[in-house]
């Protein structure tokens, strides 16, 4: 199938797939949906909202860790917080793993070796947001190209790459979580999605190729995935997370 008509139907899977959604502001809005019969969660951000953001340390030089705490930082200053998932892999400590840009002051350099685990499986990325669009780029693209990040997050493995499944997935893989994503349509819309039942690598991925139309996306985490999504009534908890993604309603 050529990449047109794969985009074609993945409209057409999207429109049946997505359910009950709910707008939470501006170019922000959250919903659920099914894929091969397992259930999700998702919100998206069109590109023109400006309004995504990735947070860690609070001002008191504690971690934010909850998305409550995070909420009520945020409302202090005015602002709303839309909704927000967990935003990358995370030492026992709660630092990132690989690439962490906030405000655009550089944390965390970027990894560009492969290792253990999920985020070494390369190829493995980076969810960037500049100052003009939302972009998830395959590592070694990024360490090339080097947009210019406000805020940036790495993780692995890249789930779709320019339209194909990372090469490593298997149909039937046995590795089930539940896990959570974010992808970008060739509009620029940014989605993020958390799996509401376990799903294993290459299903998750062809949810984000097939359903939710995103030719590149970016695994985030599993096991841990988090959201909170008023307009859906989520509003997750458990133990302290590291980075946190999410949308913010500015202050009037």
């Known amino acids: 199938m050529s990449t047109a008509l794969r985009m074609l139907a993945a409209w057409a899977a999207l429109c049946s797939a997505l359910s009950g959604g709910g707008a939470a502001a501006g170019g922000t809005s959250c919903g659920a949906g ?7 969660s998702y919100c998206e951000v069109t590109p023109a909202d400006g ?9 008191d030089g504690l971690i934010f860790g ?15 917080l839309l909704f927000a998932m967990n935003g990358a892999m995370y030492h026992e400590d709660r630092a990132p793993v690989g690439l962490y840009i906030e405000d655009g002051t550089e944390h965390v350099p970027l990894v560009t070796r492969d290792g253990p685990g999920n985020f070494g499986l390369l190829p493995n990325g980076v969810f ?6 939302v972009r998830v780029i395959e590592t070694l693209r ?6 210019d990040c406000r805020f940036a997050t790495q993780s692995g493995p890249m789930l779709v790459i320019d339209g ?5 997935f298997l149909a039937d893989g046995t ?16 989605v993020f999605v958390i799996s509401d039942a376990p799903v294993n690598f290459h299903r998750f ?3 984000f190729r097939d359903a939710m139309g995103t030719p590149n996306a970016l695994y985030i985490d599993g096991k841990v995935s988090r959201l909170y999504a008023p307009a859906l009534g989520r509003r997750d908890i458990g133990f302290p997370l590291g980075p946190i993604v999410g949308a913010v309603s500015p202050a009037q």
């Open 205 to 207: 991925a062809r949810l």
């Open 164 to 168: 194909a499944l990372h090469p490593r």
């Open 142 to 147: 990024f360490a090339k190209e080097r947009p």
């Open 66 to 80: 909850t998305f409550e705490r995070l909420r009520s930082a945020l409302q202090s200053s005015g602002e709303t």
């Open 51 to 59: 309004t995504l953001r990735v947070w860690h340390t609070a001002p």
């Open 175 to 190: 590795s089930r979580n539940i896990r959570n994503g974010v992808g970008v349509r060739p509009d620029g819309t940014a």
């Open 34 to 40: 099914t894929f091969e019969d397992v259930p999700f």
């Open 128 to 133: 960037c947001v500049t100052a003009s669009d």
